[in-house]
């Protein structure tokens, strides 16, 4: 009988560690899994993450935790899943603004956005509002254009905090209209929108979540919208680009992540489950009811998607000299 090599036995027992440490999907999870969200409760990441988090805990028969740890402009809930163990217990939903404008507009992030997370399923995705108080003067774009370039450096708009979309919608709109605004950061978007509502702040470049219910009850004015065609949910108000800004365009999307180095099989199955929640009629009518609509892509496509919108913005910030500590 032949004594088996050592390296055939090391390598055998090193595989069967590997086997034995790896969370199996098919047990997976035995624990309530934590959703940490970079907002404040009330906007639309937060409004989105809610939609999927209960059902979700719902098909994997563990709660799904929903923590918010707003601010910085999500870096903080960024982090905190960036550095958490990849076994699947912590995940967070990211945007076009924690997932990709950051990246570049933040200099020292203590993640890398490509690096440091496993991209699991994109959700949705909604265009943002261009929305004034009903007392601001501007009625359209182009009226709004002609006032900020009559008063450089005067007009106030509020954010749901830097590097978020409601920031980087404003800044492209600056950009691409040559004029210079006064960007007024908030710690989430609900905080933000109290103020534009009670007319502190006369400008936002808000989430459909946000915006909608307040322009149809008339406490803001929707100017128009800030993706590339109109929105099918909001098919009577014009994009930014057919309403006086020709090129510009800005959708904020929501995706599901988790730590670089989860399981394969986990990341499989969490997409599953969320890919199948989001396109349920109740989600996607929920979803309709905050002006955002279901936008499947599966882990693969969410992937190279991701990679695509960090080039994308970071060329955008470059141009436009954005930065933020």
Do not use: C
């Amino acid at each position: 009988m032949k004594t088996p090599k050592l390296s055939s036995v090391i390598s055998i027992g090193l595989l069967s560690a590997a086997a034995a440490s790896a969370p199996a999907a098919d047990v997976f999870p035995t624990k309530p899994i934590r959703l940490v969200i970079g907002f404040s409760p009330g906007g639309y990441v937060d409004l989105g993450s809610r939609l999927v988090a209960v059902p979700l805990g719902n098909a994997l028969g563990q709660q799904v935790v929903v923590d918010n740890r707003s601010g910085a402009g999500g870096i903080l809930a960024a982090e905190m899943a960036a550095h958490a163990p990849a076994d699947g217990y912590t995940l967070t939903i990211g945007s076009v603004g924690t997932h990709a404008i950051n990246q570049t507009l933040y200099r020292k992030l203590s993640y890398n956005v490509v690096r440091d997370f496993q991209p699991i399923a994109r959700l949705s995705d909604a265009p943002n509002i261009l929305a004034v108080h009903p007392s601001f003067a501007a009625k359209s774009v182009k009226e709004l254009i002609t006032l900020a370039k009559a008063r450089p450096g005067q007009i106030m708009y509020a954010s749901a905090g830097a590097g978020t979309s409601t920031h980087i919608a404003a800044v492209l709109f600056e950009y691409l209209g040559q004029i210079k605004l006064v960007h007024v950061p908030y710690k989430g978007g609900g905080p933000a929108m109290i103020d534009v509502v009670a007319g502190q702040v006369p400008i936002t470049f808000a989430t459909a979540a946000s915006v909608s219910p307040h322009t149809k009850s008339g406490r803001l004015r929707g100017l128009a919208i800030t993706g590339s065609q109109r929105s099918t949910l909001l098919p009577d108000m014009p994009t930014i680009a057919e309403a006086g800004l020709p090129g510009y365009e800005m959708i904020n999307w929501l995706g599901l992540f988790a730590p670089a180095g989860t399981p394969r099989a986990i990341v499989d199955r969490l997409a599953a489950e969320s890919l199948r929640i989001v396109q349920t009629a109740d989600v996607r009518d929920r979803l309709n009811a905050q002006g955002a609509e279901p936008s499947p892509l599966n882990t693969d496509q969410f992937s190279q998607f991701v990679k695509h919108e960090v080039e994308k913005w970071a060329k955008v910030v470059t141009a436009t000299g954005m930065t933020a500590e």
